[in-house]
């Protein structure tokens, strides 16, 4: 079947807009997960949703970044007044659950964001 | 803190040789670890995970508790493998699912 699907593939923003950036886990998948890989560095983890749970929040860098989940599907991941600093790679990655077995992340093909 | 470290960001080995992609951790709890790979132009995908203890195209990893490693090793090296390598951990049967990824290692096989 098809895997985690995001799009845009390609953003690129003037410093102060808004962006909105979207997954589609895989279906059936109650995990979602987003995280953001700036250059040269490793991947840093953002929120993780699990089924209709309260999100787990605790790796968004700033009060500008906000997640949204509707039910198990799809995600929208807003930025609001971007910065340079947001540039980086925007991956989403979904798993049947969150424990044991279950936990195997798949991963996106990632949203390239530049903001100049 | 919980925290993966990759010491090597780029390990060059000719065909045919061992490779050893080093991952150390540090965690206080049960921790479950992971290996990702990223070849060229695709997607992040899971290599392996320590409680399969599968070998994957060649690939395995030990879990070392008392050295807290988890070293991606293969004894013969092919160019197919030459991609990014991420170790990863998460904490197992908590609420908390997300993976705490190191900052990767490049490997790069020459023919």
């Known amino acids: 079947g098809a895997g985690v699907s995001q799009s845009p593939s390609n953003k690129v923003t003037e410093k102060g807009k808004d962006v909105e950036l979207r997954c589609d886990p895989i279906s059936g998948h109650t995990a979602l997960y987003w995280y953001r890989q700036r250059l040269g560095q490793g991947l840093e983890f953002l929120i993780y949703?699990?089924?209709?749970?309260?999100?787990?929040k605790s790796g968004l860098p700033s009060d500008r970044f906000s997640a949204e989940r509707t039910g198990e599907s799809v995600s929208t991941l807003t930025i609001q007044r971007t910065q340079q600093e947001d540039s980086a790679v925007y991956l989403c990655a979904s798993s049947l659950g969150a424990t044991g077995e279950r936990e195997t992340q798949y991963f996106g093909p990632g949203t390239r964001l530049l903001v100049l | 803190a919980q925290r993966v470290t990759q010491p090597e960001k780029l390990l060059s080995v000719f065909k045919g040789a061992p490779v050893e992609l080093k991952c150390n951790y540090s965690?206080?709890?049960?921790?479950?670890l992971f290996w990702y790979v990223q070849y060229s132009r695709q997607r992040l995908q899971l290599l392996l995970r320590h409680i399969s203890r599968e070998s994957i195209k060649g690939f395995t990893a030990d879990l070392n508790k008392g050295e807290t490693s988890f070293h991606l090793k293969k004894p013969f090296a092919q160019e197919e493998d030459s991609a990014m390598y991420y170790c990863?951990?998460?904490?197992?049967?908590?609420?908390?699912?997300?993976?705490?990824f190191g900052k990767g290692t490049k490997l790069s096989v020459k023919p």
């Open positions: 965690y206080s709890g049960s921790p479950e």
């Open positions: 990863a951990l998460s904490s197992y049967g908590g609420s908390q699912g997300n993976l705490i």
């Open positions: 949703f699990q089924g209709n749970s309260a999100p787990d």
